[in-house]
């Protein structure tokens, strides 16, 4: 399991992460929302073990993390994290060579290596460009090579810090794909995004943040019901949900969902 219990983090005086008990071992898919400087990408370098808790602990397989090179190591085998900047985990200027570094860090088989990179950028649909120098490619392209990077670890937990920020609606798609291809292997996602559609739609729980602490928790549908608290936590309730409150037509989890029910419905 993937927690946190009590944590608090600060990079200089004042706390960025106050006290923060998450779990997200007990649902497949975990959303974090939260305004701008909220703490989510601090919580995820939290998770990953790039930053050090001051206070409390992030808590793996119900331990305190082991922040030796070993036990880091060993956790993100298990932990595979996408983080928000795609610049901070690229570091090759071939894209091959990229994905396949922390595999051969571990001694994978070259042929394994071989198949897993040629499968996840085929998943995140990156072979038309993979030849070119990572240097010269979009955001959006940086961005998918990013994901790939984490997918070829077939890890227990992704952690995906924004990972549709600067895709195209077609990556935004695939993503929702890869989420849940993920899932049905039996593996958790921890994400975070601004896009609330998203968020509600792949999500079975959410943590709303607000200044470092948790505001709400709980199942999509109910938290982002509560119109006060998303507006103070400077969010707007995704569409669906809008829909549902301020019309009364039935609360569905997805566009093409919604859109079956109101023909059912005979609304033309
Ligand atoms: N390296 C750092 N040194 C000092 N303060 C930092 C550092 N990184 C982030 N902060 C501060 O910590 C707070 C939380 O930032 P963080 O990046 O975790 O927020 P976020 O929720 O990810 O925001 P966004 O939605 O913009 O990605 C902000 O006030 C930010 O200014
Ligand atoms: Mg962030």
């Known amino acids: 399991m993937l927690a946190t219990h009590d944590l608090w983090f600060r990079y200089q005086d004042e706390p960025t992460l106050k006290g923060l008990m998450l779990d997200f071992s007990r649902q497949a898919v975990t959303g974090l929302v939260g305004a701008n400087g909220c703490g989510k990408s601090t919580l995820f370098m939290n998770l990953s073990g790039l930053l050090r808790p001051q206070q409390g602990a992030v808590l793996w397989q119900g331990k305190a993390l082991d922040y030796s090179k070993r036990g880091l190591l060993a956790l993100r085998q298990q932990v595979a994290t996408v983080f928000q900047d795609p610049d901070q985990q690229i570091f090759y200027t071939d894209i091959d060579s990229d994905i396949a570094f922390s595999l051969r860090n571990l001694g994978v088989a070259e042929e394994e290596i071989a198949r897993r990179v040629d499968e996840a950028l085929t998943l995140v649909d990156a072979q038309h460009f993979r030849k070119q120098p990572i240097q010269y490619l979009s955001h959006g392209q940086k961005k998918r090579v990013a994901i790939a990077g984490a997918l070829v670890l077939q890890a227990r937990y992704l952690l995906l810090d924004e990972p549709t920020a600067g895709l195209d609606p077609s990556g935004?798609?695939?993503?929702?794909?890869?989420?849940?291809?993920?899932?049905?292997?039996?593996?958790h996602v921890v994400i975070s995004s601004h896009d609330i559609d998203l968020i509600y739609e792949v999500s079975d729980a959410v943590y709303v943040l607000h200044r470092g602490e948790v505001l709400a928790a709980g199942a999509p549908g109910e938290v982002f019901a509560q119109r006060e608290l998303i507006e103070h936590a400077g969010l707007s309730a995704p569409w669906l949900v809008k829909l549902h409150a301020e019309l009364g037509l039935p609360l569905c989890k997805t566009e093409a969902e919604f859109f079956r029910r109101m023909r059912e419905k005979g609304i033309q």
């Open 172 to 187: 935004r798609a695939q993503m929702i794909d890869i989420i849940k291809r993920i899932v049905a292997q039996g593996n």
